[in-house]
């Protein structure tokens, strides 16, 4: 018995182990059934308890007003009992109800055998009393005539008036024993009073019964009930999984269709077609990303190779191999710087990188930028003016802080016409400092200024690198600003300059 019970145990187990292998909607079902059976099992049990105690309740004031009207009748009080002669008419108060008109198997009723008179579960009149007196040591006394032969249960052990179920015969009953005491305390005997409770049985029967059996169809119900809301519930899920199934690159662009609902359903589908757009998003800023980049690198190639292969068909003046060498040279270098960059936004999107930031004295800094520069803005007879106060300095990273700075103000010299000016400006604003960089070159139309930071664009369209740019250099800025904590904003009209402002933190 014992090696069959831990079989069953572990045949459960390794059933509620493979209960996540079932659908979504078969444990749903399955959850919600469980967690509800026990809730209507516990239900059940208490209403039947409770239906229970009722009724034995009721039998139970009912035997205490029946041993009131027997004591009454007798002139008897249980706390000084004089005799057991004043119980004289206990044998004709067998029957509350009149017997049958024959008399024939009723108890209380006359019949010619004392066998015929046996209480059994069959011939038993629900309102039928037993009543019973016995002395100290359990010997009867008086009885009434519907225990026939049959004696009630005694029990020494229960000095106090008590109620509890016993039977003789076939039949259950429910049953009092009331100790009647002398005017000293001492029992002298005791009065038993008992009613069937065949009704009581057969209710709490049948409700047993209809519990049992109304348990497995009441679970059986639920879980098909349950398994139909759980498909119907799960059925977006199921169109975003057939969705998401057919969405390929190539139709990038479709979206989950909404449900009616706002809830968590709907809270799931525009989260996805949200991430879906950032996806759509990257994916064409890949594309368009790759196309430039083998854009700028096959064009500088292009032209060292067709200017190769010019240099080699005929023998050539030194001056001119010199200069054509030198002019590769230049393309090969603005590719390597080209690779360059796009190492260095490679790094900082792969590695997210940290920026080491210090306290940086912004005078001397700048400084250091623009006499790097000089030279180039000499060579254009671009004049660069400072307004730049010793004492800010700012927390930055000093390494970016310099890309930031070099790239801003070779635009600036770049895209500036011949014998113009640039301003560079530096001021306290509350907690930060502000730096601006004015140019007076052929500045950006109004349209173009949200597009300047995308990698590899350019203002002119047709890609002309005669500038030299290659288009990363201001979406190097805007990572590397973006990495600090720097606001930066661009202001410029087409042929009214340029102004760069830059909002650092102050240290």
Known sequence: MEKKTTL?????TEWWKN??????????????????????????????????????????????????????????????????DSFKDIENSAVRRAPDSDGDNVPGGKSDNDADNVPTANNMNVDTEFIEIVNRSGEVVKKSSSLSWCVLAFDPSRPEATYFNSSFGEVAIRQIQVPLKNSKGITEGFLIVAVPTKNAIIVLHDLRLVFLLSFPLIILTLFILTRLIAVKSIRPVEKIISTAEKMTQVNLHQRFALPYHHDELYRLSTTINAMLDRMQDAFQREKQFTADASHELKTPLA???????????????????????LFCLQELNRMASLIDQLLMLARYDRHGLRPKTDRVVLFTHLEEVIARKRPEAK????????????????????????????????????????????????????????????????GIPEEKINSIFER??????SRNSGTGGSGLGLSIVKKLTDLQNIKISLKSGKGKGTTVRLTIPSA
């Open 8 to 12: 069953s145990i572990h045949t459960l």
């Open 303 to 325: 032209t060292v190779k067709g200017t190769l292969e010019v240099l080699v068909r005929k023998p050539r003046e030194r001056e001119h191999y010199e200069s054509r060498i």
């Open 379 to 442: 060579e254009k007879e671009i004049a660069i003016t400072t307004t730049l106060p010793e004492e800010l300095s700012v927390r930055a990273d000093p390494a970016m802080l310099d890309i930031i700075f070099d790239n801003i103000i070779s635009n600036a010299i770049k895209y500036s016409p011949p014998e113009s000016a640039i301003s560079i400006t530096t001021e306290q604003v509350e907690n930060s400092v502000e730096c601006t960089i004015v140019d007076q070159g052929i």
């Open 456 to 461: 590899f664009y350019r203002v002119d369209e």
């Open 19 to 84: 209960l996540p292998a079932f659908s979504l909607r078969n444990r749903i079902a399955i959850y919600y059934t469980v967690a509800t059976s026990f809730l209507i099992a516990a239900v059940f049990t208490i209403i039947y308890f409770m239906v229970g105690s009722v009724v034995y309740r009721q039998f139970d004031e009912e035997i205490k007003k029946e041993v009131s009207e027997i004591l009454t009748e007798a002139n008897v009080n249980p706390n000084d009992f004089k005799g057991f």
